[in-house]
Every structure is written in C-alpha cells, then in structure tokens.
C-alpha cells in the first residue's frame, strides 16, 4: 500500500454499503458519504424511494454478499427474513402459462427493503476502516491536469480527499455531469422506456389463504395484459401485496383500487388472496420510466481514481428483482480487482474495474431486453430488439417451462444465478427445438388454479 490508500464512496445504499465491504482490505480507510440521516432500525428513509416496494434477494445475491459479509443471510433470517425456495413455492403465472415449480436450491430472501439494507448496514460498519459521513456531494475534484479523481466536493462542507472514488448513488447519479464538469465525455446511454409502475403494502394473511405448499403468487403483466400483481411474503412473518403495472398505466394509490387493480391480473389468484389480506401499513405507489444503462466502460478518454456502481450504472425493470444482486456481483468483482492491487493509485486500475462489470451486466440487460422489448410502444434507445429467432426461442422454452421440470428450472436459474448459458445447453435447446417443429402450446393456461410441482 502506498501512503494514503482512500476510497471514499458516494451513496450508503446497497451498492455503496457492499462497496466498502469489497473495498475495505484494499483501502487504510473507506469513506462513505450519504445525504440521509442514515436510520438506526430497519426504517425508510428519502435516499431510497423504491424502499417501500416489495424486494426480494436472489440467490446470486445471497452468494456474493456471503463472499463479502459472511454469514450475512443468517443475519437476514435471524432480523426476520424469510428464506423462500423460489422455483419451487412461489407460484407465477406468465403469458405462457403457470412456469412449473420444481424443487431448488435458488433460495431467495424475502424481506422489506429497509430490512435488508439495515442488516447490511449495520454489518458492514462492524468493519474497522469503514466510516460514514453525512454529506450531499456535488462533483468530482480532479488533479491540476485533470487525469485523476482526488476525491469529491460536498455541499457546505470540505471536499474529501481519495484515491478511489465509487459513485454508488443510485439510479439519479448526477456522476454523468460532473464528469463532464472535469472535460470528459458523459458516458453514452442505452435506455429501454417501458414505464413501469408499482404499488406495495405489507398485509397479515390468514394461515389458510395459500395453497399448501405455496409461499407466495406472482402474476406477471405482459404484452397482453399490462396489470400483474403479486402476494408474497416478506419479514416477521408479514406478505406484500403488490401491483404490477407496463406501460404507463397508472399504479394504484389506496387499497381498494389495489384490490381492483390485481383483479385485472391475467391470473384472479393474486387477487382472491390479496381480498383475504389485513393491511398493516401503508399503501405506496412507484413509478419509474423504465431500464437505463450509462456505458461508463466504453467511456474513450477517462479520468483515473473514478467507477461507478449499482444503479447508478444501469438500473432497470425490477420485476425480476436484479438490482440488489447485481450490485453484489459488482461488489464481489470489485473486491477480486482489489485483491491483485498494492496500490489503489496504479494507472487504468479504475478502467479495468469498470470494464470487469460489464459481462454480468450485459447478460441482466438482455434479460431485461429480451422481455420489455415486445410491449407495443416501449422506447428503445440504442438498443437492438432481440430477432424474431430469438423471440420464437424464448416464447416456445417459456411455453415448455410450464411443463417440464428441468427446462423450468434452466429458465428460472438464469434470473436467480445469472447464468444465460443454462438455456443454450444441449439437452435444453433439443427440447425447446422439439417443441418448436411439433408446434407445441402450453397446457397449463388455466389461471384459476394453481397446479401442482411439474415432474
Ligand atoms: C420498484 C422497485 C422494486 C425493486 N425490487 C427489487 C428486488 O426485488 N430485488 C432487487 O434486488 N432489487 C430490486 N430493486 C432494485 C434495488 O432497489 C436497487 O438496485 C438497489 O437498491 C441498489 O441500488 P443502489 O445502492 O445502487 O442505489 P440506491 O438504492 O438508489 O441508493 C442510492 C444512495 O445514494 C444516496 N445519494 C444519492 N445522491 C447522493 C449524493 N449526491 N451525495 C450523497 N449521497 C447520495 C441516496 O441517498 C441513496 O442512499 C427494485 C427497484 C425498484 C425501483
């Protein structure tokens, strides 16, 4: 390590919390600076507006933070979590039909958002090195030739110096202009305008009110039908009712038009449990214009000392609840860069740790492509819409998945895994190609009743 050896990091949300796990043993002190008074329970605050929405932790995610924080689900089960096996018990009806549920390890963490970020919060600041400081930052602060971030400006206060900045401050990230600020390029955009809406609140259920063996009900909207809704649980014993609004149709914003809202869902499941719920807390709407990724990697010319992270890189539709895991891929990649580095000034470090981000995040992107791309009106700019090939491909293994157990579980662990290449194996491609030629359809389209485990 070299003389100073600072990493301060813009946002104390996930990404920024898990940043300074991956940044800790590389750095003699890791800044965190956050405008929210950072609360001392598992409580909303302003910072984080989507933090009243139903979230849930992927196994991808669970993976990496233990690589980070170990022993970090138990601390997530022990303030309540609720470990749910999501292939398996969660019961989601698609446009092809009700997905097939088979058992799995892709165990997903069911908690309300400020849960979790309290538990990684707390957590992460047990670490020696690793404070927080309350402060709005407004710029980068450069070298005098401008080649190299030292550290960040804040509103009112000192700047604070660094020799690595992470800008984890979210989908509003003002990083584009205050690189600019410093003479560079403001990274190019890629923008997929889907609209998306949603509205949450947490509800009692009656014991009775799923079917044995089902842990929660999910109805995705699609092209056909922009409303979906969801029941699921989350902590202490708590669900979430939740609406799932495309394409600008307005989420609800009281529990009636909720109500009335889930039962428009393409399955009426989600909305005779929803009827049988107690609300518990408040009714909260959320609308967002859709998936964003900044191309912070393919930047020409960029200053050293500088990533991004999070949301502020790509934040995109959260129905399949990426966000959270994506940031601790990043994070866990983030700490593997650092491991090799003796000194966080080396040159192209920062370039280098950026581009290492972008497999993972093109391969949730294409998720994310691959599905909001087919409803009638979504805005794509600088993206490609995927083939007609590859839509066939993907509309006949969602039909095949309503059926067959092992093609279910490929398509369901490249959400919960982030691994596309399950779906191009051969055992998987030959079925779906089979199903193709035999001109297949799926038989599990009756929405009324929730089917058993597939064989
Ligand atoms: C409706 C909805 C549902 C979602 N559901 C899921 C889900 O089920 N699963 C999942 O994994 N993900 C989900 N996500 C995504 C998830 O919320 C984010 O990916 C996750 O919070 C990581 O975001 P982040 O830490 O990068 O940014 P954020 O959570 O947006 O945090 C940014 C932080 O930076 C701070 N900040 C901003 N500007 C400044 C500044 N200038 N100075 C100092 N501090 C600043 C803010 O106060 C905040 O604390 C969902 C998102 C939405 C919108």
């Known amino acids: 390590m070299g003389t100073s ?16 796990a991956a940044a800790s043993p590389a750095s003699e ?64 009806y698609t446009a092809s039909g009700w997905t097939g549920r088979a058992p799995s390890d892709a165990k997903v963490v069911c908690a309300r958002r400020p849960l979790i970020e309290w538990v990684i919060r707390k957590r992460v600041l047990t670490l020696p090195n690793v404070t927080v400081l309350k ?25 604070v110096p660094a020799d690595l900045v992470i800008d984890a401050s979210g989908r509003s990230s003002k990083a584009p202009t205050w690189i ?3 003479g560079y390029d403001a990274p190019g955009e890629q923008e997929l305008r889907s609209y998306v809406g949603y509205t949450t609140v947490p509800v009692r259920l009656p014991e009775d009110a799923l079917p044995t063996g089902v842990a929660g009900v999910l109805s995705h909207p699609h092209p056909r039908n922009l409303r979906g809704g969801s029941v699921v649980p989350c902590d202490n014993g708590l669900h979430l009712v939740s609406a799932l609004s495309m394409m600008n149709v307005d989420p609800p914003r009281d529990m009636p038009s ?23 807390g408040d009714v909260v709407a959320y609308r967002m214009p859709g998936s964003r990724r900044r191309l912070w990697e393919r930047l020409e010319r960029r200053p050293e000392g500088f990533v991004a992270i999070g949301d502020a890189v790509m934040s995109f539709n959260p129905l399949y609840g990426q966000g959270m895991s994506l940031a601790a891929v990043e994070a866990v990649l983030l700490a593997d860069t650092l491991a090799d580095v003796s000194d966080l000034r080396e040159p192209g470090l920062a370039g280098r740790i950026q581009g290492n981000f972008t497999a993972t995040i093109e391969t949730v992107f294409g998720i994310v492509v691959g599905t ?8 794509l700019d600088g993206i490609e819409p995927p083939s007609a090939d590859a839509a066939a491909f993907k509309k006949a293994l969602s039909e095949l998945a309503t059926e ?18 399950l779906l191009t194996a051969p055992a998987i491609r030959e079925k779906v190609e089979r199903w193709i030629t035999e001109g297949r359809t799926s038989s599990k389209l009756d929405p009324t009743t929730i089917p058993g485990p597939v064989g």
């Open 29 to 92: 002190a890791v800044t965190i600076v956050e405008r929210d008074d950072l609360p001392a329970g598992p409580e909303h605050r302003r910072g984080v507006p989507q933090g009243t929405q139903v979230h849930a932790l992927l196994a991808v995610g669970q993976q990496n933070m233990e690589r980070l924080l170990p022993g970090i689900v138990a601390e997530l089960q022990e303030a309540g979590g609720t470990l749910v096996d999501g292939p398996g018990d969660l019961a989601v």
């Open 372 to 379: 909001d791309s087919a409803y009638e009106g979504a805005e």
């Open 135 to 159: 402060g709005n930052v407004t710029g980068l602060v450069a070298n005098e030739d401008r080649t190299r971030v030292v550290g960040v400006s804040l509103r009112g206060a000192d700047d």
């Open 180 to 182: 600019s600020d410093l």
């Open 404 to 421: 067959d157990a092992e093609v279910s579980l490929a398509v369901k662990y490249v959400g919960h895994y982030f691994k596309p290449e």
């Open 258 to 280: 909720l109500l009335e809202f889930v039962d428009r869902a393409a399955s009426p499941v989600v909305g005779q449990v929803a009827r049988t719920a107690e609300p518990v």
């Open 5 to 20: 050896q600072t990493t301060v990091i813009v946002g104390g949300s996930i990404a920024g919390l898990l940043a300074a």
